[in-house]
Structure formats: C-alpha cells, structure tokens
C-alpha cells in the first residue's frame, strides 16, 4: 500500500512539473517580431526602435 501511494505522489508531482512546463512554455515573451525595414517595428513612446539584422531592437535601452 505504502509503495502504491508513493507512486502516486511522484505521479503528481511529474504531471505538476509537466503543466508548469507548458505553461511556462508557452507564456508570451516579448520577443521582437521579425523586420525589413525600420517601418516594420512597432512604436513605441520613445519612438527609438529600429530593424537590426532582421529584428526590432530598442535602442535606448542604457548598458551600465
């Protein structure tokens, strides 16, 4: 009975850590959608993306 309820204890955890996974997996992340020309980005208020090989890329973000 003990080995029974064992396996059904990491059963539970697998399938728990298997739909955090999904979920996880498919949460939206802002990625950069892809471009050609700089009138492909969206706009944002700064007004300061551009198309960089093929990618929006916010160029006022300040590197320390």
């Given amino acids: 009975m003990a080995k029974m309820l064992k396996f059904i204890y990491v059963a539970i955890l697998f399938i728990f850590i298997f739909f955090v996974l999904v ?4 949460r939206y ?3 950069a959608p892809p471009c050609v020309i700089d009138k492909d980005c969206p706009r944002l208020t700064n007004n300061n993306v551009r ?3 093929g990618f929006c890329v916010n ?3 300040n590197w320390i």
């Fill in 51 to 53: 198309c960089r090989k």
């Fill in 23 to 26: 979920a996880y997996d498919s």
């Fill in 29 to 31: 992340f802002n990625t």
């Fill in 59 to 61: 160029l006022s973000v």
